[in-house]
């Protein structure tokens, strides 16, 4: 099964800034999404883009909420169709007009599965939190205190450990933090407290 996508434009410039409000972002978050696993992935990601483009970047609400609204659906077709992810929820947020730059961020967030390079930093950095935010979150999950007093040795150590969270690609994680050019350690650091206020 390849993923894909075999395409480096998304989106019309012309549309580009237009978004989908909060609440048909989330209608959409839950006509497709029923797995309460991935949509607390999805939720957690989306927090992490926004507390980045916030903090780190210091953007506006408006910039923000592109940037958590890309990391809100950006597995949106994985729970229904994943062979057709993440094409599926691209094209249909094209048609609806959404800004290009959401939609390449969208498409890169697995450059080794879809084939679209991370360009802009909202590219780098969701793909850069994508699959080291489930790790940290599958962590927590084992931790008696779940996030309570986690830090950046734990994690590292789980990293290494090949066997723990087996589907998480250590690889894809380096590979992302050399293009976002953020250190492995201070992305573990970034996310841990922030994603620890995202609740189940
Ligand atoms: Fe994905
Ligand atoms: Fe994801």
Not at 75 to 100: F, N
Request: aromatic share 8%; net charge negative.
């Amino acid at each position: 099964m390849s993923l894909q996508l075999n395409r480096s434009q998304f989106g019309h410039p012309d549309n580009f800034g237009r978004v989908l409000s909060r609440p048909e972002a989330e209608n959409l978050f839950h006509d497709w999404v029923k797995n309460p696993r991935l949509q607390l992935h999805m939720r957690q990601v989306a927090h992490l883009m926004k507390c980045w483009a916030a903090e780190t970047l210091h953007l506006s609400a408006e910039e923000q909420w592109r940037w958590e609204m890309a990391g809100l659906l950006h597995d949106a077709d994985w729970d229904q169709w994943p062979e057709q992810h993440c094409r599926k929820i691209i094209e249909h947020l094209e048609q609806l007009q959404v800004s290009p730059d959401i939609l390449r961020a969208i498409a890169s967030h697995g450059p080794a599965h879809f084939g679209v390079e991370p360009v802009s930093e909202m590219d780098k950095m969701l793909y850069a939190f994508d699959e080291l935010s489930g790790l940290i979150h599958a962590y927590s999950l084992m931790r008696p205190g779940g996030y309570e007093g986690m830090d950046l040795k734990g994690v590292k150590k789980r990293l290494k450990e090949k066997s723990f969270a087996a589907n998480v690609s250590r690889d894809d994680i380096d590979d992302a933090c050399q293009r976002a050019g953020i250190l492995l350690d201070d992305l573990i650091a970034f996310i841990i407290p922030r994603q620890a206020t995202v609740a189940a």
